[in-house]
């Protein structure tokens, strides 16, 4: 089956420090890669996306390439603000069940990150 | 860009009340929905697919009679939590895919509705 494996939290740092969250996956076919944000309190909201090798999704500030070669979609930003403080989702979407007729995101545990001014 | 709206937000009720919880998609049609459940500090679990017109599919150990899934037209679906308690409270959230565009595409999610049974 498919899943997703990132770094568990919580990861805290100053503002203006160099963000990175590991996230790895295993998928069968080939599978479009996400990272959703979560704020307090709130839904989720897409972040970025990157639906085949090679590419780069980037969004805000944020950056992550999907490397096919080592299964990994790493989420990184050269600079947070306190305002990134939140819960970071990788995820994954691949097609499931008889024919490929279900496409289920299946998500990683989360990330905490919390930034201090 | 697309937005899915989810109401209520918050809902604290009495143990045996049943309570529903609308998802819509406001500029676009969907004809597939998903229903979550998130515990504190923890990650989204699929509790069911919503499709157009036909049966919810659930996932495995989700009570299909205590959560029970209407999609009714292709902006709204709604989910009823019947004569909840106290182990139902939770943070129930949906998501949307566009009709349009492949399954593979992003979902967009709803912010969101904390229930809390006294």
Known sequence: GNSVTQMEGPVTLSEEAFLTINCTYTATGYPSLFWYV?????????????????????NKGFEATYRKETTSFHLEKGSVQVSDSAVYFCALIAPTGSGGSNYKLTFGKGTLLTVNP | GA????????????????????????????????????????????????????????????EKDKFLI?????????????????????????????????????????????????
């Open chain 1, 38 to 58: 979560q704020y307090p309190g709130e839904g989720l909201q897409l972040l970025l996306k990157a639906t085949k090798a090679d590419d780069k999704g980037s």
């Open chain 2, 3 to 62: 937005v899915v709206s989810q109401h209520p937000s918050r809902v604290i009720c009495k143990s045996g009340t049943s309570v529903k919880i609308e998802c819509r998609s406001l500029d676009f049609q969907a004809t597939t929905m998903f229903w979550y459940r998130q515990f504190p500090k923890q990650s989204l679990m699929l509790m069911a697919t919503s499709n157009e017109g036909s049966k919810a599919t659930y996932e495995q150990g989700v």
């Open chain 2, 70 to 118: 209407n999609h009714a037209s292709l902006t709204l679906s709604t989910l009823t939590v019947t004569s909840a308690h106290p182990e139902d409270s939770s943070f129930y959230i949906c998501s949307a895919r566009d009709r349009k565009g492949q399954g593979n595409q992003p979902q967009h999610f709803g912010d969101g509705t904390r229930l809390s049974i006294l």
